[in-house]
């Protein structure tokens, strides 16, 4: 990816999302550009109107931390978009690939104890890389995610089954929600790794595909996330809110795994305690819920 245009566009995109009045300022006569002014920013921010102009067309290189973040508390970036802008200035560097992660073999597969461990939690769990690649999960999560696996042919990938599967419409209530998170998770990781070709090649490949992934990703819009609630509608045991916990692998950089919990007699948790039945009772040749809940 080209780090000027990358820069340029990240930054055009936050400078609109700012209203003058989140910014402070009084909104006076009329406005040509949605948010803020180039100058406004420069303002808030400290520093010349030309300098500012020339960091938002992509000169980031010799920037000082101090300037990227008084553009970060201009632009009221959140902790995800500050470190999106701080990767971005560092690739304009040059020094991103002390930073960058090790390259990973295409077949990579997952480590026997690694396996083990996932087998050992109860409720659903799955590893997915940057790419967001579904590499690696226990019974439950394979039974949770069983739309995802449908295709044995390829590496299941939640940026493909959001936006090339019909059943992620079903699979998620709130699709827009999903799809803006699953391409905020692919920006912060093309922000992270900009030389990752299975990525670039990912991106180009939905961008073609799909008018609804082409108009998020020119969005800019990154994301950290950790631990929240998930809604889903599964097929076999219905719906489901799901609590998260995701934390990186150590011996795996680049890995995170996720586990999913369900309120303690909640429906979601006794719906869970049917799809674990399922589950077990489902075998590989077979994912149809109809077969075996009638």
């Known amino acids: 990816m080209n780090n000027r245009v990358e820069v340029r566009d990240f930054l055009t995109s936050r400078r609109a999302k700012v209203t003058p009045e ?29 300098y500012y102009a020339k960091l938002e067309r992509g000169a980031l290189a010799g920037v000082s931390a101090g300037v990227l973040e008084a553009i970060a508390r201009a632009l009221q970036l959140d902790d995800a978009e500050r470190a999106h802008l701080m990767r971005l200035a560092q690739e304009a560097n040059g020094s991103s690939a002390l930073l960058r992660p090790s390259r990973r073999p295409k077949q990579w597969a997952v480590r026997p104890n690694l396996q083990w461990s996932l087998d050992a939690v109860t409720a659903p769990a799955i590893v997915v890389n940057q790419r967001q690649d579904l590499l690696a999960a226990n019974l439950l999560g394979r039974a949770m995610y ?10 299941p990938n939640f940026g493909r089954f959001t936006f090339l599967d019909s059943a992620a419409r079903r699979f998620y209530p709130d699709w827009d929600l999903a799809a803006d998170m699953t391409v905020a998770n692919l920006r912060t990781a093309a922000g992270v790794d900009p030389h990752n070709k299975d990525l670039h090649d990912l991106v180009g490949e939905l961008s073609t595909r799909s008018d609804e992934f082409r108009r998020r990703w020119g969005s800019h819009n990154v994301r950290i996330h950790g631990t929240g609630v998930k809604t889903f509608h599964h097929q076999a045991v219905g719906d489901l809110e799901l609590h998260y916990e995701s934390m990186g692998l150590i ?13 303690p007699s909640s429906p979601t948790a006794q719906a869970l305690a049917l799809l674990a039945s399922w589950a077990a009772t489902t075998t590989e040749g077979d994912r149809s819920p109809a077969h075996h809940l009638g």
Do not use: C, K, N, W
């Open 22 to 50: 989140q910014a402070g300022i009084p909104a006076a006569g009329q406005r040509r550009v949605p948010g803020l002014r180039r100058s406004e920013v420069a303002a808030l921010a400290g520093m010349s109107v030309e």
């Open 146 to 155: 069983s739309d995802v696996y449908a295709d044995p042919a390829r590496v």
């Open 251 to 263: 011996a795996e950089p680049g890995l995170v795994l996720t586990v999913y919990s369900a309120e």
